[in-house]
Structures are given as structure tokens and as C-alpha cells.
């Protein structure tokens, strides 16, 4: 059966434990973790988690029915089973930027829609936010002229609502 | 109230009669409030793991949840062997540990561990108690979870400032957790298409596991293996969900299961599984398990289904109602018992030839005790009323053999974990939670010894177990495979020490008796099941009898070696 990439959006207890039990039954069970992102909901006795893993079709039911197992675990959705979702990453990027090339890591900038977020004498600092696909580019592009240091948030993703009425 | 007398009477209010435990620092409030409760006895084990296993043992002979108590970094992690045997086997147990202060907490204070943390994987959930008012709530939540959906142990740690921190005790009579709503009712679907590949098959099998124990669904079982005329198979965990001398049951499968369970499970057309979680003891190679067969599988763990093997029709429920369910069509579509009966004729005249080709048989002998002989002989002296602990390896698989479980809750053992050391305390339990039965231990000469300082435990209860030592001088498992798979080279299994077990007996104050020939059998088994008080029987066996039929480890299960 065929690898592939999941992203599940997970509710869990805003307990102390929650999410060591979590990272506890990939690691203990073997499972791959690609990214994870955890923040408050609306409801502050619930936490917000988006976890994109990587397996088969029973590997992935598996990772599912155990998170769902878990006493402290409220809700999985496999988001990517849903016919419509937003997927959303953000990056920091500090690139070089010496006198020669700090044009056109704005114009690129420009063309990606990033944000400088820090200025320095020798570099800049980027902001991009998209969907993976975009980060890859941007990331890929800036390569050549020189990454000093990149930090990814981990992608979030929501179900889209039907436009039908 | 007190934290501490809020757990105490939270534990009343739990019905809890009995708790093993062991006092420290960090539990000594607590142990104050139980010196002014007589109504929940209290037994002072000898080490930390006897309470777990104890605690286990009684849970598992009575259905009840089991209670363990113990002080803080030690005594906690003296537990967790225990802990994760009954994780294994899905067993309800509380356990309720010690902690530093809450301030003091991530200080490596003075006998300070993360136990939450170091259970984490081997509890069904623990909590860390922050504030006193939470206890009842969090009491409630613990003995919830443990007995509730797939049983299993919790753990409860408490910090010392909330022992004794004061608040208002409020009980709460119900408990809903958003988080945790285990599915009892089975899919009516999923149930009506079991029949219905019930009725069209032609080669069934049952495959019995603890679950149908657990949600005590035997009776159901039976009744509708009688009515469809079903052969019968029980994992280790399974035996006594269905009796082991109907002549429906085939008996044990898996490694050291029967050569005729293995027979029909392989080729089978049709499993139905209730309360098993295809392990890979008794699947063998997955690919090659059952390779006709489509399965049914009933279990109230999601996670068991399509764990391990395929599976065509998943129930996920309680096996008691699943079976219920499908009882109930049965009757409605009625049809009649001949008819089922013509249905598998064919096989049952199968399953009957590899019986008699292969039965569960040994080599009597008239200089050596075989094992198998003396649990036989154990089963015919007790009517097979006794309950049976045992320990892990041979002595095991022995009992698991020879000893026909009819009834549930009568084999006390640990499947899963397969933990030396288990069966003596668990003995323990089950005799505190069945006072007037006969509760026995079948140890080996190994793992007596790994628990061994609860025979004072059992006689400051006064408890009157009967420990049976299949006393080979080998670790006699472990050697076992060194001879069928490591060319005899006998690395680290032959004790060239081995305490005189019947002296060890009576400096405990307890019975010793000794067995060296065949003949000495019987009378010396009469002599011990005659005994009032606990008794320790030293039979030294054939040393290198081996368990068969075996299967080795990752071969199709259809690749026994025979006697
Ligand atoms: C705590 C623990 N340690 C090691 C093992 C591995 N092991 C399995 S069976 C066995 C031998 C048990 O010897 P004994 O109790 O004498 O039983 P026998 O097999 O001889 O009947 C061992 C060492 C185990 N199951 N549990
Ligand atoms: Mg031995």
C-alpha cells in the first residue's frame, strides 16, 4: 500500500499531559511525526493540535483509532480525507542580503507576497505565509542567494464550509 | 475533610474492600486515615510489585477493580512491572502513589519521581493531583476509567500538600467525560451481516479471547456455540470464557496451542472473534494466518480491529450485547438446530481426525515426573474447581494445557507481559477477593523465586494457597528454545543454586512438602490440597521436558513441532 501524507486536526484536554501522551504514542507505537502544532481554542479547556504524519492506509486508520483512544483526545479529523481544506504554513527566513543581490531578494519578495520582517546590514529576515507548496518555492529560490537560517511552524489546516447554500 | 481522608472516603464510596499496599513518607497521611478505617483491610505486601500483581490478581479473580497503594519515587517505581502486566492484559486496577509537595515537584526532591511520566505508556490514563478539591472528582474519574470500555489500570499520584490540604468533600454521583465515551452497542448491521456469513459458511471456528471474560459474555458464548454447533478455540487470556471440556472446545491455540485448534483456525473459512486481539503468539506468521478464512471481529478497543490481520466484518461493542445482538437473530431467523448441525458435519468429521491424529498427549514415565502428568493429576483432585495462578513459562503453558478451564476468572495469568513473578502475588489477590475457594499457585523453580518474599504476606493472612513448584533447576523455557534453536548451547539457564524449597517453606511458618518420583504424586497433591494454611510443594520434574505442540516463533502456525 501506497505512502502518503495526512494532516490530522486533532481536539484534545488542555491538560498537563495531553500532549506528551500524544507525542508518546507516535514515538512508543513508531509512527512518523512531520509536523505539530498546538495552540489554544476558543474554548480554553481545549487545545488545538495539527499533526501531519506520513503512512498506508491501515498505518493511518491505526493513528487515528489510538489518538481517538486516548482518554484526554476529544476529536480527530483527517483533514485530508475532507474534500475541501485550507492548509496554512508560515516561515521565517534570514537570508544574506549583501549589496548585490538585497534587490532582488525583494523583488522576489515582492512576487511571493512575503513580508521583511528584520533588517540587518547583511541580511534580511522573511516572512511567508501559504500553503506548503509556496514555502518550497520561496525556500528553493532564496537557496542560491544564501540561507542563514530558517523556522517553520508546522503546518495548520481547517475545513473549508460549503459555498452551496 | 483532609486530602487524605477525602481519598479514604472516596474509596469507601468506591466500595473498595481490600488494598495492597506499603507505607512512606509520602503516603503516611493517608496510611493515618485507614489505621482509623477498619472497614477497608489493608495488606502489607512485601515489596511494591507483589501489591501491584496482588491488586491485579484480586481484580481479576472478582471482576472488581483492584487497589494498590504505595509511597512516592521507590515505592512507585516498584510498581510499574505490575502496572504494565495488567496494561497488557486489559485488567482494572487503581494505583495510588506518594508524591513530594506540588512545590517541591521537578526539584528532584528526596524520593521524587515522574511516575505519571514513567506510566504514561503502560497506564489506560494517570493524573497528577494539583489541589485537594479535585480528589473526589479525580477518584471518581480514576475508578471510571479503569473499570469502564477496554479495563485497564490508572494511576493516581498524590502529592503530599494535597494530602493534607483541607476542602469540602463533594462526591460526584455520575461522571461523563466529553473526552472518553466508550461504544457498548454494536452496529445492528455489522451484526446482521456476522450472521449471515455465519450461515454461509461451512468451516467456522470461534476464537475465544480475554474480552469475552472481561465483559462476562461466557454464557452468551456458549449458548450460541451449542445452537450453531461451533468448534471453539480460547486464546491464553480466553481460556475459561468457554469450558475447556465441552466437546465443542478445541482447546488453546497459538504456539503451544492444541495441533487441532491450529488445524481448523488455518483452515477455516470463517473466524469469528470475540474479545481477541490476534497477538502474535497465537497468530504465528500473519501472512500465512487463516489464509480462507474471512473474520469477524467483536471488541470493544477500536484499535484491535485491523491491528494485526484483516479483518471483513469489524463489531466494535461490548462482546456480551454483541453476542446478544446476534443471538437474538439467530432466534428470530430460527432456523432450525439440524440444520446448522448438517451445515458443518463435513468439518466436524475433519476437526475429529486431526484429534485423533494428534492429541494433546505426553510420554509417561516411571523414573522422572512429567509436569503434565502432575496438573492433570492437580485438575482431577480439585474437580477443576480450584483457581489457578501461574507463573511464566513452562509451568504455564502446562496449566494452560492441562488444566481444563471451565469457568471464568479461574486461570490467573499474565498473557501479555508475561511476567516471572506474577502468579504468587496474584494468588495473593485472588485469595483476599475469594476467601472460602481454593486458590493455587503453579510456579516455576525460577519465577518463585522473583516474588518469593510474599510467602510472608500470605501468612500473616492467614491465607492457605497452595504453591505447586514444577521444579526443573532451569529457567525451562529459555532453555527450551536454546535446545530446539540454539543447538543445545545452555547460555545462562541452569541455577547451580537453588534454595531447599521445604525448608524455605517452614522458615516462613509455612507447609513444605517434596515429590521426587511419580509415585509420590498424588499423595503428596492430596496432602497439600488437605492442607489449612499456605503450602509450598517442591516437585522436581523431568528437567528437560518440553512444551509441545510448538510452534516457533514467526513460522505459520500450521509448522508445529509434535511431541
Ligand atoms: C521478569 C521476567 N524475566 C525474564 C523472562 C524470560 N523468561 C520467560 S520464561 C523464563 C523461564 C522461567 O523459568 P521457571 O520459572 O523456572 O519456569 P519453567 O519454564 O522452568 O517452567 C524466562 C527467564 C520473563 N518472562 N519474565
Ligand atoms: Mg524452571
Redesign the interface.
Known amino acids: 500500500m501506497a505512502e502518503k501524507k495526512h494532516t490530522l486536526s486533532v481536539l ?2 488542555n491538560t ?2 495531553a500532549l ?2 500524544i507525542a ?1 504514542l507516535f514515538s ?1 507505537r513508531g509512527f512518523n511525526i512531520d509536523s505539530l502544532c498546538v495552540a489554544e481554542t476558543l474554548d480554553p479547556t481545549l487545545s488545538h493540535l495539527t499533526l501531519v504524519t506520513r503512512g498506508d492506509e ?1 498505518i493511518i ?2 493513528i487515528i ?2 489518538l ?2 486516548l ?4 476529536k480527530v479529523v483527517d483533514v485530508t480525507e475532507e474534500e475541501e481544506f485550507v492548509e496554512r504554513e508560515m516561515a521565517l527566513i534570514k537570508v544574506r542580503a549583501e549589496k548585490e543581490t538585497r534587490a532582488e531578494v525583494l523583488r522576489m519578495c515582492d512576487i511571493f507576497r512575503c513580508k521583511v520582517v528584520d533588517v540587518s546590514p547583511r541580511t534580511y529576515t522573511i516572512e511567508v505565509t501559504g500553503p506548503q507548496s509556496k514555502l518550497q518555492a520561496v525556500i528553493e529560490l532564496l537557496k542560491p542567494i544564501g540561507i542563514k537560517e530558517i523556522v517553520r511552524t508546522g503546518l495548520i489546516a481547517m475545513k473549508r464550509e460549503k459555498k452551496s447554500v | 475533610m483532609t486530602g487524605a481522608q477525602m481519598i479514604v472516603e472516596a474509596l469507601k464510596r468506591e466500595g473498595v474492600e481490600v488494598i495492597f499496599g506499603y507505607p512512606g513518607g509520602a503516603v503516611i497521611d493517608i496510611y493515618d486515615e485507614l489505621y482509623k478505617t477498619p472497614e477497608i483491610k489493608h495488606v502489607l505486601v512485601r515489596h511494591e510489585q507483589g501489591a501491584a500483581h496482588a491488586a491485579d490478581g484480586y481484580a481479576r479473580s472478582t471482576g472488581k477493580v483492584g487497589v494498590c497503594l504505595v509511597t512516592s519515587g521507590p515505592g512507585a517505581t516498584n510498581t510499574v512491572t505490575g502496572i504494565a502486566t495488567a496494561y497488557m492484559d486489559s485488567i482494572p486496577v487503581v494505583i495510588l502513589t506518594g508524591q513530594v509537595p506540588t512545590k517541591l515537584i521537578g526539584n528532584d526532591a528526596f524520593q521524587e519521581v515522574d511516575i ?2 514513567i506510566t ?2 503502560c497506564t ?3 493524573f ?1 493531583v494539583k489541589r485537594t478539591e479535585d480528589l473526589p472528582w479525580v477518584l471518581k474519574a480514576a475508578f471510571h ?1 479503569a473499570r469502564t470500555g477496554r479495563p485497564g489500570p490508572v494511576l493516581v499520584d498524590l502529592p503530599k500538600d494535597v494530602q493534607q490540604g483541607k476542602a469540602e468533600f463533594h462526591w460526584p454521583e455520575e461522571i461523563r ?4 465515551q466508550p461504544v457498548y452497542d454494536p452496529h445492528p448491521r455489522q451484526v446482521e451481516r456476522a450472521y449471515r456469513l455465519l450461515e454461509s459458511s461451512t468451516r467456522p471456528v470461534v476464537l475465544v479471547g480475554g474480552g469475552v471474560i472481561a465483559s462476562g459474555a461466557h454464557e452468551e458464548l456458549l449458548e450460541l456455540a451449542e445452537r450453531l454447533h461451533l468448534p471453539v478455540t480460547m486464546t491464553l487470556m480466553g481460556l475459561g470464557g468457554f469450558p475447556g471440556t465441552h466437546p465443542q472446545s478445541l482447546g488453546m491455540l497459538g504456539m503451544h496451542g492444541t495441533y487441532y485448534a491450529n488445524m481448523a483456525v488455518a483452515n477455516s473459512d470463517l473466524i469469528l472473534a470475540v474479545g481477541a486481539r490476534f497477538d502474535d503468539r497465537v497468530t504465528g506468521k500473519v501472512d500465512a494466518f487463516a489464509p480462507m478464512a474471512k473474520i469477524i471481529h467483536i471488541d470493544i ?3 484491535s480491529i ?2 494485526n490481520v484483516r479483518v471483513d466484518v469489524p463489531i466494535v461493542g461490548d462482546c456480551k450485547r454483541a453476542l446478544e445482538k446476534l443471538l437474538q437473530i439467530v432466534k428470530e431467523v430460527g432456523r432450525p438446530e439440524k440444520i446448522w448441525r448438517e451445515q458443518f458435519k463435513d468439518w466436524w468429521e475433519q476437526i475429529e481426525i486431526w484429534k485423533k491424529r494428534y492429541p494433546l498427549t505426553y510420554k509417561q514415565d516411571t523414573e522422572y515426573i512429567k509436569p503434565q502428568f502432575v496438573i492433570e493429576k492437580l485438575y482431577e483432585l480439585t474437580r477443576g474447581e480450584a483457581i489457578v495462578a501461574t507463573e511464566v513459562g513452562q509451568n504455564q503453558m502446562w496449566t494452560a494445557q492441562y488444566y481444563k478451564f471451565d469457568r471464568p476468572r479461574t486461570l490467573i495469568t499474565s498473557g501479555g507481559l508475561g511476567t516471572m513473578g506474577f502468579g504468587f502475588p496474584a494468588a495473593i489477590g485472588a485469595q483476599m477477593g475469594n476467601p472460602g475457594k481454593l486458590v493455587i499457585d503453579v510456579a516455576g523453580d525460577g519465577s518463585i523465586q522473583m516474588n518469593i518474599q510474599e510467602m510472608a504476606t500470605a501468612m500473616e493472612q492467614g491465607l492457605p494457597i497452595k504453591v505447586i513448584i514444577l521444579n526443573n533447576g532451569y529457567l525451562g523455557m529459555v532453555r527450551q528454545w536454546q535446545e530446539l534453536f540454539y543447538e543445545r548451547r545452555y547460555s545462562a539457564v541452569k541455577f547451580q543454586v537453588l534454595p531447599d524449597f521445604v525448608k524455605l517453606a517452614e522458615a516462613y511458618g509455612a507447609l513444605g512438602l517434596r515429590a521426587t518420583r511419580p509415585e509420590e504424586v498424588e499423595p503428596v497433591l492430596k496432602q497439600a490440597l488437605e492442607s489449612d494454611r499456605l503450602t509450598l510443594v517442591d516437585i522436581h520434574i523431568a528437567p528437560e521436558e518440553g512444551v509441545f505442540p510448538m510452534v516457533p516463533a514467526g513460522r505459520a502456525t500450521t509448522e508445529m513441532i509434535l511431541v
Open positions: 484534545v484536554e498537563p499531559g506528551a501522551r508518546g512508543g491501515l486508520e491505526q483509532k489510538q481517538r483512544r482518554i484526554d483526545v476529544y | 505519571t511520566g504514561r505508556p489506560k490514563h494517570n497528577l476509567i467525560l466529553r473526552s472518553y478497543d477500536p484499535t485491523q491491528k
